[in-house]
């Protein structure tokens, strides 16, 4: 019984930076690997990025180098940056979070946010 919460999406112009935040409440584990997923009207949900729990890193292509996923276990919290934007970045974007190691597979995780609204304008 995980609960996670989204929060930091907003509106930007191409270009800018926004930082995303979820915070873990409920049961809660040091050993959960924790992603990023993101979907835009009419796609499918997408992966962007994950961290193990020993803070290994994977990334989608399309953000690589320009997106960093970080956490901090203590606060239960993962954060997202995002900088150097693009209007392709648009979507609602969720963590969420599964027990071991980290998977690019969305299928595999087992606790969902209810999604934060990023809105890059051209």
């Known amino acids: 019984q995980v609960q996670l919460a989204e929060s930091g999406g907003g509106l930007v112009q191409a270009g800018g930076s926004l930082r995303l935040s979820c915070a873990a409440s409920g049961r809660t584990a040091s050993n959960y690997a924790m992603g990023w997923f993101r979907q835009a009207p009419g796609k499918e949900r997408d992966f962007v990025a994950a961290i193990s729990w020993t803070k290994s890193t994977a990334y989608a292509d399309s953000v690589k180098g320009r997106f960093t996923i970080s956490r901090d276990s203590a606060k239960n919290m993962v954060y997202l940056q995002m900088n150097s934007l693009k209007p392709e970045d648009t979507a609602v974007y969720y963590c969420?979070?599964?027990?071991?190691?980290?998977?690019?597979?969305?299928?595999?995780?087992?606790?969902w946010g209810q999604g934060t609204q990023v809105t890059v304008s051209s």
């Open positions: 969420a979070a599964k027990m071991f190691s980290y998977s690019m597979n969305l299928n595999e995780y087992q606790y």
